[in-house]
């Protein structure tokens, strides 16, 4: 690991402790672990997608990303936010697909988490009624 990539690991930790769940860095040639726990590196393992076929999904969203920059003229794009039931990545990228991936368990955004929890209802009332269910992290902050 470089100085910078090992920098970068102990801000994360520092920053936000043990909700830090992975760090994954990609480029066109492929990805790597930067951080992970041992917990993550086995449920990558066991992805029922190829990891390739998920990077390639990010390396895809770069794109997109850049598009949206020039779409928008809102200033420069610097990540984008995917919140799961049991993880949140936040996506870092640059337009020659290089990327860097921050994994982190819900909490770690309780704001965010419970904005988005609480806008569920609402959406499901006016505008996505297939929209099933509720985040689990909501459940979990009860």
């Known amino acids: 690991m470089s100085d910078g990539e090992a920098d970068l690991i102990e801000f994360l930790l520092e920053e936000t402790g043990d909700t830090l769940h992975m760090v994954v860095e990609y480029d ?9 726990e041992t917990a993550v590196y086995e449920q990558v393992e066991n992805w029922d997608t190829n990891s390739e076929d998920v990077v390639q999904a990010f390396r895809d969203e770069a794109r997109g990303n850049t598009d949206r920059e020039r779409l928008f003229d809102v200033g420069s794009f610097y990540c984008s936010l995917h919140l799961f039931d049991e993880l949140i990545l936040l996506h870092f990228n640059q337009p020659d697909e290089r990327g860097v991936i921050f994994g982190y368990e819900p909490s ?4 965010l988490t419970t904005f988005v929890e609480l806008c569920v209802p609402h959406l499901r009332d006016h505008a996505l009624s297939g929209l099933d269910g509720a985040p689990a992290w909501g459940e979990q902050s009860r």
């Not at 066109?28 to 992970?36: A, D, N, S, V």
């Open 28 to 36: 066109p040639e492929g990805w790597r672990f930067l951080y992970g």
């Open 108 to 111: 770690a955004a309780a704001n």
